[in-house]
């Protein structure tokens, strides 16, 4: 059967290690996961008592409009209900984007070390990724997004990926670039903007401004959320993309009916009402990237400031060797060498004696691994 080039050569993406798998593999019995961005608080109360309240109705469909949760979205983030899109984690959303607005051939622009499922999606469509380089802070250079598009016309750019913050980075935008770039992007026919914030909740940058304040003055500013980081709900698998009505209309005939769950959709409801769960997301986020910065400026070790619930650090060394060593401790982090950083590994914040466990064994395994010269 012929598969077509891309499809043949589209490395898939690669997810964090299991704990499970990472137990049965060492023969551990202590294993901490702090890999996948995910919230470490488990999800919230208020979620875990709507869903056990839900259980005994999973025999039906799951309501195709997503009636209440929509409804919720609409009064809790104030963008009208007919602007609201849902999707089975943000990560549908950007497939679907991608199979409506490119034909193979087009193409979609985004940052170099950008979120890696705008590649994984675009290839699987037969779409070209093209790149802007990272400036040396690893920020996203808007001015050359901007810069890029107009000069290579041909190419055919039909959506722009901004992920602010990023993943891996953890740097986000904003400021007078950000808005410079609207200047010069906005309110076009032939190109989507589509701001993937799914880290916005742990943003501390004064500059960072988030797209849900400014969508609704574009007519092609798209936003992505998702319920997968802040909201604690990963396992359950809910995006969200705030849009105008026309690339709703496109993405409702799209989706599948019940591409959102019955669990997904009354567990959003709920979590959108526990803002104290939000809050102590939040803190206990901050509280832990505030310990890493000064734990890695003790072990000397450089890192890159976030705005996201992880950070990215220079181990010195081969990474792929210090993430394996890393595992033999009980300890996953992500190796991020598919992104261009052999040497550095990502780390997502834990709960604080998880945080402690992991600089300890970052700590062991500076003095078992010699540092590259
Ligand atoms: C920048 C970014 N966007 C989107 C997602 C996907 O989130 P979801 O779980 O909603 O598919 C992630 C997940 O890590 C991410 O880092």
Not at 164 to 190: A, C, I, K, Q
Not at 292 to 315: A, H, M, Q, V, W
Request: include cysteine; charged fraction near 25%.
């Amino acid at each position: 059967m012929k598969v077509s080039a891309e499809i043949l050569n589209l490395v898939p993406y690669k997810t964090g290690k299991p704990i499970a798998e990472t137990k049965r593999e060492y023969g551990l019995t202590e294993v901490y996961k702090l890999a996948s961005n995910e919230n470490p608080l488990g999800p919230s109360p208020q979620v875990i008592t709507a869903i056990k309240n839900a259980l005994d109705q999973q025999h039906l469909y799951p309501d195709p409009s997503c009636h209440d949760l929509i409804q919720k979205i609409s009064e809790k983030w104030n963008v009208p209900t007919t602007q609201v899109g849902v999707g089975n984690g943000s990560n549908e959303i950007i497939d679907l984007l991608i199979r409506i607005f490119c034909e193979p051939g087009d193409a979609v622009l985004t940052s170099q070390a950008a979120f890696v499922a705008y590649q994984v999606c675009a290839q699987a469509a037969r779409v070209k990724v093209r790149t802007v380089d990272l400036r040396p802070d690893l920020t996203m250079d808007l001015k050359g997004f901007a810069d890029h598009f107009f000069r290579n016309p041909s190419a055919k750019i039909r959506l722009i990926f901004i992920p602010n913050p990023n993943n891996p980075t953890g740097t986000s935008v904003g400021g007078s670039e950000l808005d410079d770039f609207l200047v010069r992007l906005g309110n076009r026919d032939d190109v989507l903007l589509v701001f993937d914030e799914a880290y916005t909740e742990y943003v501390r940058n004064p500059e960072f401004k988030a797209a849900a304040q400014f969508y609704q003055k574009y007519t092609n500013v798209l936003v992505l959320k998702t319920f997968s980081k802040v909201y604690g709900m990963a396992g359950l698998r809910l995006g969200v993309l705030l849009a105008p009505e026309y690339v709703l209309e496109f993405y409702n005939r799209v989706r599948n009916p019940f591409n959102v769950n019955d669990l997904a959709q009354i567990a959003a409801v709920a979590a959108l009402d526990d803002d104290a769960y939000r809050a102590e997301s939040q803190k206990i986020t901050w509280e832990g990237l505030d310990y890493f910065y000064s734990e890695l400026t003790r072990l000397n070790l450089p890192f890159y400031k976030s705005d996201g619930n992880f950070i990215l650090f220079d181990t010195k060394r081969n990474a792929q060797t210090c993430f394996v060593n890393l595992l033999k401790k009980g300890i996953i982090l992500r190796p991020v060498a598919n992104y261009g950083f052999p040497n550095y590994l990502r780390m997502t914040v834990g709960k604080a004696f998880e945080n402690k466990k992991a600089i300890e064994a970052i700590e062991k395994m500076l003095a078992e691994i010699p540092e590259i010269s």
